[in-house]
Each structure stands twice: as C-alpha cells, then as structure tokens.
C-alpha cells in the first residue's frame, strides 16, 4: 500500500511516468481493481490508451473472479463503471442492492455517483445530501457532490462543491480531477 501512495504523490506532482512505475509494481503485488483501474487511468492520461484498456479489461476479470470466490467488490466496481462512464444502470443497481445493507456515507456516495450516471437526477440529490450530512472532507463526495448540483442547474453549489474537492486534494482521482477542473472553468471559475 506504501507503493500505491507513492503513485498517489508522483500522480500528485504531476510525474504521471514515475506514478506508472509505481501503480505497475503495487499491481504486480497486490492486483486491487482499484490499483489496476488507477493505473487504467495513468496510462489513459499519457495517451497510452491500448495500455489504459487491458487494465480496464483487467478490473473486470478482477470482479468475476472475486464474486466467484465470495469475495464482493460492487461498490468499487460501481464507482469504476461510473467513473468511465459504462453500464450506468448495472452499476447503480448494484450500489441500490449493496445501500440496503450498508448505509454508510461511502455508500451513499457511491449511489449518489451511480444514480447520477444512470440519469437519476432525483435518487443522486438525496444520496448525495446523506453523504454529506456527517461533515466528512473527501474530495471524491465534493466532487460527486459538484457534479450534482451542476446537472440539477445549481452551479454556484457546483462550483463550491468542486473548489473544495479540489482544495482539499487537487488530483484526488488523475482523470476525475482533471474533469473538475474542467467543469470549474466551463461554469465560470
């Protein structure tokens, strides 16, 4: 895990080659879909995009492994599906199954994300204000919060949401803050 944080600073600093390095050598150790997919996205970013989608392709053999070992990864796979923007219903059903069991803030979040992909505008406002009840700063909740709140026509809450996703870890996720910004400048930053 050391590794993967060392990708995560390298990533930060903007050294996406030696973020590579790392996210290659913590997914030889440890072959997390998260791990794999963040690496999906480092390659993605370099314009590696054969490289990129063996990972992306990776992750999902990862999941079909692992449920077939009882081992779940829904909501990580959810959150993967949402972030890469494929089989939006299929994710948001499966965060729907696994909230009725696991009503925790990450949980929600992970609805509010899934339901906004699958064009559930209504269902991602109320998860969304119950990931955000309890105060907790995490740059994915703000920036799924943001992405909201600009689809439901509200951007001065999307841009308060996304400046503070990206104030408090500016490349929180390489692709996700890189569309942050984006969005930032397109609502008039």
Do not use: C, M
Not at 51 to 74: C, M, P, R
Not at 90 to 116: H, P
Not at 122 to 150: C, N, P, S, V, W
Not at 162 to 180: D, K, W, Y
């Amino acid at each position: 895990l050391a590794i993967a944080g060392l990708g995560q600073v390298k990533a930060a600093q903007g050294n996406l080659d030696q973020a590579i390095k790392q996210y290659e050598q913590v997914v030889r150790l440890i072959p997390d879909l998260t791990f794999v997919a963040t690496l999906g996205d480092l390659y993605k970013l370099t314009g590696k995009e054969k490289e990129a989608q063996q990972q992306y392709d990776l992750v999902e053999q990862i999941a079909k492994l692992s449920t077939l070992n009882g081992v779940l990864y829904n909501r990580s796979l959810a959150v993967f599906y949402a972030n890469h923007d494929i089989k939006a219903l299929e994710a948001y059903t499966q965060v729907e199954k696994e909230f009725e069991t696991r009503k925790d803030i990450y949980g929600a979040d992970a609805l509010a994300w899934t339901a906004l992909k699958a064009g559930k505008l209504t269902e991602a406002q109320t998860a969304i204000k119950h990931a955000l009840k309890l105060g907790t700063k995490d740059a994915k909740i703000f920036y799924h919060a943001g992405l909201i709140a600009q689809a439901s026509g509200d951007n001065k809450a999307a841009k308060d949401y996304l400046e503070q996703a990206l104030n408090l870890n500016p490349q929180f996720e390489p692709i996700q803050s890189l569309n942050a910004k984006k969005v930032l400048t397109q609502i008039g930053n």
